[in-house]
Nanobody
């Protein structure tokens, strides 16, 4: 069994910062890509950022130069540092980790429960 637990969402004023965390636990052999998606009301879920096991990153154009994704491979945690937040960043943020479970020959994406980020004055 594998579980992802997110933390760090909340209410912040425009221009403020938040840091999201997503920790994986369970029978894990290896974690490949990690990342974050977000979904605003009435919209589809879109990629925010992802990071490979080796540290190669990819960002949505709308968050480049404001958000930073990082990971701690020893602790199975992925982070999203969000700076200069805008009202358009308001959404539920979901983390994912592509995990190879111990004792299996396959890997798949596992998802967090989602955390609300609201940017408003």
């Amino acid at each position: 069994q594998v579980q992802l637990v997110e933390s760090g969402g909340g209410l912040v004023q425009p221009g403020g910062s938040l840091r999201l965390s997503c920790a994986a636990s369970g029978s894990i052999r290896q974690i490949n890509d990690m990342g974050w998606y977000r979904q605003a009301p009435g919209k589809q879920r879109d990629l925010v950022a992802r990071i490979s096991r080796g540290g190669i990153t990819k960002y949505a154009d709308s968050v480049k130069d404001r958000f930073t994704i990082s990971r701690d491979n020893a602790k199975n945690i992925v982070y999203l540092q969000m700076n200069s937040l805008k009202p358009d960043d308001t959404a539920v943020y979901y983390c994912f980790q592509n995990i190879w479970r111990s004792g299996t020959g396959v890997n798949r994406d596992y998802w967090g429960q989602g955390t609300q980020v609201t940017v408003s004055s």
